[in-house]
């Protein structure tokens, strides 16, 4: 019954909006019926965002993960980028310059091939107490940094490399309130008074992607899809088992960010997450070697400091 009322809505929203299939990426949010549990019906062509049995964002249950000793240390180039932040109604996204003399590569983790960065996602939420689309052992951040990048041994672009077999790669990491901000965080940060209307752009220069990732190699990583329409299922997750740091002022600017532009302006932008997916009996396996931990039996969220999955051995 509540597939069927969702078709309702979704061919109620058809015939008022007949430009819909040209239009959808100016529309679609993260409530009501353009939300999340409506971005399958009405695009036939994010299908899977309905029907996926392999879909992100998910909660990572401590009890279920898998040691895996043959995951390799994640690697990103360390050299320094330019591109633009956006305000694209429903995130605030960093898109690489196009065209540009250097790549950033990421590599090693479970990956086996070299995948390209492409764009960044900040998902945050209205208050402390969520924002972030990934849970640890049911808990939330204020905010989730998601890098990604595609697979540039087998694909051109990002269109074509979301279609095919391990097309994807998305590196996340949980944000979390601090006296200092990350310092590539930082310089993102900068950009965020410039785009508080949809459509709005603003450069940012010499951003290091490697000095967005936390002082840790270790991490967890499963098969997932993207968070946003049309959730392709062909997404290796890689998620990193510590924080990096926002300031208070810096969340505040970002929490002013509206969905529409300066004569509409909607709503704010915050909340700007997909709700958890069912694991499906996937695997979640991770690079950190618990059966050498001291103490196993209980979990750990010391959010003010770091999250793990387990008690293990100090992180790096």
Request: hydrophobic share 35%; with cysteine.
């Amino acid at each position: 019954m509540e597939y069927f009322a969702k078709m309702i809505v979704a061919f109620t929203w058809l015939l008022f909006l007949p430009g819909i299939y040209a239009s959808w990426d100016e529309w679609w949010t993260y409530d009501g019926i353009s939300g999340p549990d409506f971005w399958g019906l009405i695009n036939p062509n994010w299908n899977m965002c309905e029907r996926g049995r392999r879909q992100s964002p998910i909660n990572i249950e401590p009890n279920r993960l898998v040691y895996d000793p043959h995951l390799r240390q994640i690697h990103v180039d360390k050299h320094k980028i330019s591109g633009s932040l956006h305000n694209t109604g429903q995130s605030v996204i960093f898109r690489v310059e196009k065209g540009g003399k250097h790549h950033v590569n990421i590599t090693g983790g479970s990956l086996v091939y070299k995948y390209r960065f492409e764009e960044l996602y900040l998902h945050f939420g209205a208050d402390n107490q969520k924002g972030s689309e990934h849970q640890i052992n049911g808990a939330t951040f204020p905010a989730e940094l998601q890098m990604y990048g595609f697979n540039a041994e087998l694909y051109h672009n990002m269109s074509e490399a979301r279609q095919g077999s391990n097309g994807i790669v998305a590196i996340s990491v949980m944000i979390q309130i601090g006296d200092e901000s990350n310092r590539e965080l930082h310089n993102l940060a900068s950009g965020f008074g410039k785009v508080v209307y949809r459509g709005q752009k603003w450069p940012i220069n010499h951003l290091s992607l490697a000095g967005l990732l936390p002082e840790t190699h270790h991490y967890m990583t499963y098969d997932g899809s993207t968070t946003h329409p049309g959730c392709w299922e062909t997404t290796t997750w890689l998620i990193m088992n510590k924080p990096i740091y926002i300031t208070k002022q810096e969340l505040y600017l970002l929490r002013q960010l509206m969905q529409g532009d300066q004569t509409l302006p909607k709503a704010k932008m915050a909340n700007n997450f997909r709700p958890v997916r069912a694991l499906h009996h996937r695997t979640v396996r991770t690079n950190i070697d618990f059966t050498h931990s001291p103490g196993t039996k209980a979990c750990t969220m010391q959010r003010e400091m770091f999250y793990a999955a387990r008690q293990w051995p100090k992180l790096l």
